[in-house]
């Protein structure tokens, strides 16, 4: 006949009195066959030394525990990040994550509220010791009482149908012996029993929230219920739960798939723990990290809550039997953090025959507050896939009550020396004060290593959501929780804290960005490559590519994970076509603080000059400081333009030379006279600005008729820059990849008609290499062949009375990328851009010198595009294979980019002094229009 024994649960209630079983009175819960251990005595209280409910961090609303967002960054080396927010920062469950109740206060008035009450009751400290204040604090409690009818009044009504006083107050201020109107009777209290009702006035307000329920260990373990959302809820896992019989809980009963065992509650323990796993994001009671998994539970506990180490084998076997893939035990021998027994049913031979090495087994460490001193002989061929877990306090140390592992080891097969310390296969996560669902339909609060095992639980259960092979491969998803945990006590792994705290967001991460690789795919053929060929954070792409991604892969063990990485992160490039404002005032004064030369029509940057030459030619010098150039990466730097050319006696041919910002000389139109018209960033051919900054040669031939036709080319051979803003790393491989290389050629046509009107029409062909709008890839089978863009602009000028010039461009483009098969490339249509530039010029605006030019651009816009690739990615989630996979993503703008300026200049006293002056605003329009930024500024010019 097995043999019984009363079987200690590794759990302490560390409970309010809301909390209190039926007919048993708070200060007498007690967890079953854990000797007469009172969860308010000594060091195992919940609120012993400084510790109160709303000091420090244990309320959501009070401290460093705020609702949280943001996101995982996969692809952020070790770890990534999840952000949470320091101070209010809004609703923290947007979209699915929970529902509102809209009698519910709002939540920033319930951050409000709770500041507010914790502020009020740590000011009033010393009212609670001095009995001739007692009425002082009876009128601290009077005004909080009407507080709360504020906030929660309406909540409360509609649920309770009574007020605040009348309801939930009066019940509170009963169960710990309050009078509202005695201040004395607040005075009795102890200072645990002060701090029970405080939280217990906390607790019972959050239920009628309209929300899930926040709670001190979430971002301890860097976990959220965004997180859960985006990398999966569990969906495809069942977890085995060795636990009391789970209750008709409504937070748990839906994701039930069997129960076996005994029908003995053990006070709600099971459901408990459950809760903490399996918890809705439904908008009611507590959230468990993963959701949507599946339970199979097996009770081994009798009706005396007494257990066999047969019947918790029976349970093991049982649960493996219905796909567990996960096992979470709350239960050991006292006085060991992993005991013989414990040992002896992981190698049991049904178990080992049930579970086939594919079961992971999660184990409280028990609440002795010990640390194991003996060692554990090991059977290695049989060496399950465990982890053994600690409990934290609210503020992260190590919890007076929890076992640790010593320097106790798992011996050798033939115990002849220490194979591994136990400390390797420890971790420890939060378990003091953890509220959970009590299984009558509401919450408690308890402590014990039982409620931290849970939070590992479901941790594993996201990953074997993620990644569903791993299931399959119980030590590599042990060594990816180990080795992702956060590094507590003395460095690396150590007797008290084993290997750290639970991160569940750095277990969804990549442990190691140095070992990542990927596929680079030539010509149908898988290229393995590693991450640090690709890594340039940093360093943004010229457009918008959302949802495209390649693939990165890390090797665990015998298996692999995926992690879905942005395309752009393989891309090199500064410029932001569509990206939002990048004109900064610095940047805009670089290009505006210079001499405004009067020259033809409109302003103009490019100074010119002209001498005589034999045989009656003329030699023309010009001259700009330029813009500020945009290379393909790098920063910016200003571009200079010199020029020399020659015009011949007739001024009927003429032949400029030169260096810098040919794309100006090049499409030279009355109406712009500013390099920066013809950048990339402006509105006259921007695609032509891609091939300026290195040498030009522009030829024109005025015909009769007022006809004249130029053409020329520009071309720009540059390398990589230093960019303060990267790592050495990334700088290296800026430096590694090959020259950005473009070339351009124009051909122009203009027509005067009549003496006002001048038409022209231009045809421009540019080549990159190994590039697409000055975006070049980590990867030389991206782009190969580099981009081919052909674009054609319309402008038209007309002189009006009062020396008044209007003027306007209109370009479109085409442009294809790379050769069949390989890479980033465009396969059929090309893509489509456009750019536009207006222009309103006045001479003699206040006086007979002075100039005036308004006008407004639309630079590069991507119309219509998009680029397809081939990338190696898991095919089969089930099994983990990977094969290639066509992809292609759109590259259109999603916003489209207006630029509008105001210049003005004017020579005062006599012309000795220039007056100057400018405005620039940056719009953009997506769903909305926007002003991205203003800038004005002003200059002061004195010759001598």
């Known amino acids: 006949m097995a043999r019984r024994f009363a079987f200690r649960k590794r759990a ?117 010791t001095d009995p001739a204040r007692a009425g002082e604090l009876s009128q601290r409690l009077s005004s909080l009482i009407a507080a709360t009818e504020t906030t929660w009044g309406t909540a409360l009504l509609d649920a309770t149908g009574k007020s605040f006083a009348e309801g939930i107050g009066r019940e509170l201020f009963a169960r710990y ?105 439904d908008g009611v009671g507590v959230m468990g990290i993963a959701p ?43 006085g060991q953090t992993l005991g013989a027994d414990v040992r002896n049913v992981l190698f049991d031979p049904n178990v080992t025959l049930a579970t086939k090495g594919k079961t992971v087994f999660v184990v409280s460490a ?47 097969t033939l115990n002849l020396y220490c194979q591994e310390q136990l400390a390797n296969r420890f971790i420890v996560a939060p378990g003091e004060m953890i509220l959970m669902s009590d299984g009558m339909g509401g919450v408690v609060r308890r402590s014990g290593t039982s409620f931290a095992a849970p939070l590992v639980s479901g941790a594993i259960t996201l990953l074997h959501d993620r990644w569903p092979w791993l299931a399959k491969y119980p030590t590599e998803t042990v060594d990816i929780i180990l080795r992702s945990a956060r590094d507590l006590g003395a460095p690396g792994t150590d007797p008290v804290y084993g290997r750290g705290m639970l991160d569940v967001t750095a277990s969804q991460a990549p442990l190691s960005f140095s070992n990542l690789t990927f596929y680079e795919v030539v010509n149908g053929n898988a290229v393995m490559r590693t991450a640090d060929q690709v890594r340039s954070s940093g360093v943004k792409s010229t457009w918008e ?14 298996t692999r994970r995926d992690f879905a990485v942005p395309l752009s992160s393989r891309l090199v490039g500064t410029v932001s076509i569509n990206g939002g404002n990048q004109e900064q005032f ?57 020029a020399f050319g020659l015009v011949d006696p007739s001024e009927r041919l003429s032949i400029t030379a030169g260096r ?63 960019n303060e803003a990267l790592s050495p790393a990334e700088q290296q491989l800026l430096r590694s990849l090959p020259d950005y290389r473009a070339k351009g050629q124009n051909f122009r046509i203009e027509q005067r008609i009549g003496g006002r009107l001048k038409a022209s029409l231009a045809l421009s062909r540019v080549s990159e290499g190994d590039a697409l709008f000055g975006v070049q890839s980590s990867l030389p089978s991206d782009f190969e062949g580099g981009a081919r863009s052909t674009t054609l602009t319309l402008g038209a000028s007309l002189k009006l009375p009062g020396k008044t010039t209007l003027a306007g461009s209109a370009t479109t483009g085409r442009t294809s990328v790379g050769r069949d098969g390989n890479g980033l490339r465009t396969d059929g249509a090309a893509i489509r851009t456009s750019a536009w530039a207006l222009s309103a010029t006045k001479d003699a605006l206040f006086g007979s010198n002075d100039k005036l030019r308004i006008s407004l651009a639309q630079p590069l816009h991507i119309d219509r595009g998009q680029l397809t690739y081939q990338s190696m990615e898991v095919v089969d989630r089930q099994t983990g294979e990977i094969g290639l996979v066509d992809r292609t993503f759109d590259i259109r703008s999603k916003t489209r980019r207006f630029t509008g300026e105001a210049l003005y200049a004017t020579p005062l006293f006599g012309g000795k002094v220039e007056g100057s002056s400018f405005a620039r605003i940056n719009l953009s329009k997506g769903g909305q229009t926007k002003v991205d930024d203003v800038v004005v500024g002003g200059r002061l010019s004195i010759g001598f």
């Not at 770890?79 to 109740?101: H, K, V």
């Not at 603080?593 to 010119?608: C, K, L, N, Q």
């Not at 910002?661 to 695609?687: C, K, V």
């Open 12 to 128: 302490i209630v560390l409970t309010t009195a809301l909390a209190a079983w039926p007919g048993e009175p708070a200060s007498a819960q007690l967890q079953p066959n854990y000797r007469n251990i009172s969860p308010f005595y000594g060091n195992i209280s919940p609120f012993y030394g400084n510790i109160s409910p709303f000091y420090g961090n244990i309320s959501p609303f009070w401290g460093n525990i705020s609702p949280f967002y943001g996101n995982i960054a996969p692809f952020s080396g070790t770890g990534g990040t999840t952000s949470f927010t320091q101070g209010w920062a809004g609703d923290p469950f947007w979209g699915t994550l929970g529902t509102i109740n809209p009698k519910a206060p709002a939540y920033a008035r319930i951050g409000d509220y709770w500041q507010a009450f914790g502020s009020t009751w740590q000011q009033a400290a010393p009212l609670w």
């Open 292 to 334: 949507n998994a599946r339970i199979a539970t097996y009770n081994p506990f009798d009706s005396t809550n007494t257990a066999s180490w047969q019947d918790v084998a029976t349970g093991v076997v049982a649960l493996a039997g219905r796909g567990a893939s996960v096992i979470n035990m709350s239960l050991g021998v006292p």
């Open 177 to 281: 012996g309050i009078d509202p109107a005695d201040g004395a009777s607040l005075q009795r209290l102890s200072d645990n029993r002060r701090n029970q009702f405080l939280l217990d006035w906390y607790d019972t307000l959050m239920g009628y929230s309209g929300r899930d329920r926040i709670d001190h260990w979430m971002p301890t373990v860097r976990w959220n219920p965004a997180l859960s959302q985006q990398q999966g809820l569990g969906a495809s896992s069942i977890i085995g739960i060795l636990d009391g019989r789970l209750s008709d809980d409504s937070d748990v009963r839906n994701n039930i798939a069997w129960q076996g065992g005994s029908t003995a509650q053990v006070m709600g323990h099971g459901v408990g723990v459950a809760s903490l796993i399996v918890g809705g994001h």
């Open 366 to 412: 028990g609440n002795d507050g010990v640390a194991q001193t003996s060692n554990l002989a090991w059977q290695w061929l049989k060496d399950p896939a465990l982890i053994v877990v600690g409990s934290t306090g609210v503020d992260g140390t190590i919890s007076s009550f929890s076992n640790t592992p010593g320097t106790a080891c798992l011996l050798s």
């Open 545 to 558: 590519a959302d949802g495209a991604f390649f693939v990165l892969f890390e090797n665990i063990g015998a």
């Open 586 to 642: 610095q940047r805009f004064i670089s290009q505006r603080f210079v001499d405004w030369i009067r020259r033809g029509v409109g302003f103009s940057d490019i100074a010119e000059a002209r001498v005589g030459a034999p045989g009656g030619w003329q030699a023309r010098w010009s001259m700009a400081a330029g813009g500020v150039s945009e290379p393909a990466f790098g920063r910016r730097r200003p571009e200079a333009l010199t």
């Open 660 to 722: 810098g910002g040919g794309a100006a000389i090049l499409g030279e139109r009355d109406g712009f006279g500013l390099t920066s018209d013809y950048g990339r960033e402006g509105g006259i051919d921007p695609l032509l600005g891609f091939a300026q900054g290195g040498t030009f040669l522009r030829s024109e031939f005025r015909l009769g008729t007022g006809t004249s036709v130029s053409f020329g080319f520009t071309s720009r051979t540059q390398a990589a820059e230093e």
